[in-house]
């Protein structure tokens, strides 16, 4: 009788002797592992408001003339930018020669309910980008803006044209309506008035929910049983726990801001119409005519290429380059092939315009 399942039980049990002994290893090196750290680059506290604090990473002597501040996005935690040694953007930017700060936007809580983008972009970013230059007395700094925090430098520089020297934009969103925009799709049919009226901060846990159903196999099942290949890999288990330990330690969203942000970007795009104002003011992508470099992850679906391709057709720069990664949304800071690639060719970039 023919069937499409074969099972040859010689492999079956050997496969199933496998698994006990990885499963028995893997309990042994639970048992006896740490917290897996991140974040172990050098690095000083040279600013600090509220919950925000502004890291500079030390240990390397910068050859780098402007100071390059890195804009996080709200969402999740700082550190994919310095998850281990071996796959640290920061690290390799440091060793390329720039001179690195970053601001850590912290966790807010109910006093951060009301904080609007204004206090964000308006408030908090540029005093972060004051406190910078006054450091290294410059009328102008290098803002690195990822993600979210591409997208609140655009609004930034084109706010504060003077006090930006090279703005460049990494898995950035312009365009938060393209067709293959799954994550686009969920927002624009949200009632976010009642949403944030109802939960006021928006907590970590529901976000990272949302976040993980966008590919619900692969991010919820298939990386859990693909776990059970590297349980007797004590060095793999903890890179696969560190990793977990980023994607959960998340802070919640201030309310007023997640408000808005959902309105105005993902639901009226008025960022690529020019109807977006921030503080009152109107936010024209024309008015950003630093030299500006784009990149993004082919593989992101979080935010598509199509999305940060935008930028071109609007951005009001005549020094405009964009870079395309063979990667994921993550994969961009952290995998082997962004190490070699990602950091030189920004430096690169930053050298040929000092």
């Given at each position: 009788m023919y069937t499409p399942l074969r099972i040859d039980p010689t492999r079956a049990l050997a496969?199933?002797?496998?698994?006990?002994?990885?499963?028995?290893?893997?309990?042994?090196?639970?048992?006896?592992?740490?917290?897996?750290?991140?974040?172990?680059?050098?690095?000083?506290?040279?600013?600090?408001?509220?919950?925000?604090?502004?890291?500079?990473?030390?240990?390397?002597?910068?050859?780098?003339?402007?100071?390059?501040?890195?804009?996080?996005?709200?969402?999740?935690?700082?550190?994919?930018?310095?998850?281990?040694?071996?796959?640290?953007?920061?690290?390799?930017l440091l060793e390329q020669g720039e001179d690195v700060y970053l601001i850590d936007w912290g966790y807010p809580d109910g006093a951060d309910r009301w904080?609007?983008?204004?206090?964000?972009?308006?408030?908090?970013?540029?005093?972060?980008?004051?406190?910078?230059?006054?450091?290294?007395?410059?009328?102008?700094?290098?803002?690195?803006?990822?993600?979210?925090?591409?997208?609140?430098?655009?609004?930034?520089?084109?706010?504060?044209?003077?006090k930006v020297k090279n703005l460049i934009t990494m898995v950035t969103p312009v365009d938060f309506q393209t067709p293959d925009n799954m994550l686009s799709h969920w927002c624009r049919n949200l009632d976010?008035?009642?949403?944030?009226?109802?939960?006021?901060?928006?907590?970590?846990?529901?976000?990272?929910?949302?976040y993980l159903t966008l590919k619900p196999v692969r991010l919820n099942q298939q990386k859990y049983i693909g776990m059970v290949d590297i349980l007797d890999n004590p060095v793999e288990l903890e890179n696969f726990l560190r990793m977990e330990r980023w994607i959960f330690d998340s802070p919640d969203q201030?309310?007023?801001?997640?408000?808005?942000?959902?309105?105005?970007?993902?639901?009226?795009?008025?960022l690529i119409k020019g109807t977006l104002e921030i503080g009152g003011q109107r936010v024209d992508l024309g008015e950003?005519?630093?030299?500006?470099?784009?990149?993004?992850?082919?593989?992101d679906h979080l935010v598509p290429p199509d999305a940060s391709r935008a930028l071109g057709e609007h951005v009001g720069s005549s020094d405009y380059t964009q870079l395309a990664f063979k990667g994921g949304h993550i994969g961009i800071y952290v995998s082997g092939r962004a190490q070699r690639e990602v950091p030189p060719a920004i430096h690169q970039w930053l050298r040929a315009r000092q």
């Open positions: 496969d199933i002797n496998t698994f006990q002994r990885k499963l028995a290893a893997g309990m042994g090196h639970l048992r006896n592992m740490r917290e897996p750290d991140y974040a172990n680059t050098p690095r000083e506290l040279v600013y600090s408001e509220d919950k925000l604090k502004v890291w500079h990473f030390t240990g390397t002597a910068p050859t780098s003339k402007t100071p390059l501040l890195i804009v996080y996005a709200l969402v999740n935690t700082v550190w994919m930018t310095d998850l281990q040694a071996d796959r640290s953007m920061v690290r390799n904080l609007t983008l204004d206090d964000y972009i308006n408030g908090y970013l540029d005093r972060c980008v004051d406190a910078v230059r006054r450091r290294h007395d410059l009328d102008a700094i290098n803002l690195l803006g990822i993600c979210q925090g591409g997208a609140f430098s655009l609004c930034y520089a084109a706010l504060h044209r003077d976010v008035d009642l949403f944030v009226d109802t939960m006021g901060n928006i907590p970590a846990g529901l976000m990272n929910y949302v201030a309310g007023e801001a997640f408000r808005q942000f959902i309105k105005d970007f993902y639901q009226g795009n008025k950003v005519t630093q030299p500006v470099l784009n990149i993004f992850a082919e593989q």
